[in-house]
């Protein structure tokens, strides 16, 4: 009788076959995981934010301008690039100002009172995103600057009218400027809550009338350029 020889199984076989059951695992379960990026792209072009917050003081020389307070708007965005937008802005600050009379003979005008002063911004602005389209774990921090209009929304008070028109202060229509930052938080698909704070500037001028108490005064300029702070919160929605 013939006998077939048994086939010889290679000593290293129960080695490699669990090695490559082991790789083959491990290469699975590679393929199952996700990487979590901490960006997300903004897929949105438009944006509309409602914001309110404080608006700093800043008088002028003689103390005449516009004070600070409360301020509250609206602003719309449009993202032109995954960087760069342009806003504008409409703006209601409520302020106050000091009434002098500069008609006395007095060595200094008199003060007469702190009278409220209602105050409207009209504001155009370029928009540069520091992380691009993206935000980072939610957040998207950017820088602007521009300028615009504000024009008062209060008359003159019954002692000032008579005064005459050398004597009583005006406000407005005048340019303004503004420069700042802030940082965006995207909680949801399209809500976003946001802070910035702002640098700006607008021109006011000084009555002639007070121009004759330089000597106790110091020099009154005709017109100056007042600088003020602002910082504001917001809820945005994107669409």
């Known amino acids: 009788m013939n006998r077939h020889p048994m086939p010889r199984i290679s000593p290293t076989l129960p080695l490699v076959v669990p090695a490559l059951l082991a790789l083959l695992s491990v290469a699975g ?15 949105t072009r438009h944006e509309v934010t ?15 301008g516009p004070g600070g307070g409360p301020l509250i708007g609206v602003r719309y965005g449009l993202a032109l690039t995954g960087t760069a937008g342009i806003e ?7 302020a106050d100002r000091n009434v002098y009379d500069p008609t006395g003979d007095g060595e200094e005008p008199e003060f007469l009172e702190l009278v409220d002063h209602h105050i409207a911004l009209l504001e155009a602005r370029g928009r540069f995103s520091l992380t691009g389209g993206r935000t980072w774990h939610g957040l998207a921090p950017y820088v602007f600057g521009g300028g615009g209009l504000a024009m008062s929304l209060s008359g003159s008070t ?27 938080w995207h909680f949801g698909e399209r809500l976003g809550a946001g802070l910035e704070g702002s640098l700006n500037l607008w021109k006011i001028g000084n009555p002639a009338a007070f121009r ?28």
């Open 29 to 43: 379960g590679a393929q199952a995981q996700t990487i979590t990026s901490p960006y997300s792209f903004i897929e």
């Open 50 to 64: 409602v914001f309110g917050g404080v608006a700093g003081e800043n008088r002028g020389t003689i103390e005449l």
């Open 88 to 94: 504008a802005a409409l703006q209601y600050i409520a």
């Open 158 to 184: 019954d002692a000032e009218e008579e005064f005459g028109a050398g004597s009583k202060f005006t406000f407005g229509p005048t340019l303004t400027g503004t420069v700042g930052g802030g940082i965006r």
């Open 212 to 239: 004759t108490f330089e000597e106790s005064l110091g020099p009154v300029p005709e017109d100056e350029w007042t600088g003020w702070s602002a910082v504001t919160v917001g809820v945005s929605y994107r669409f």
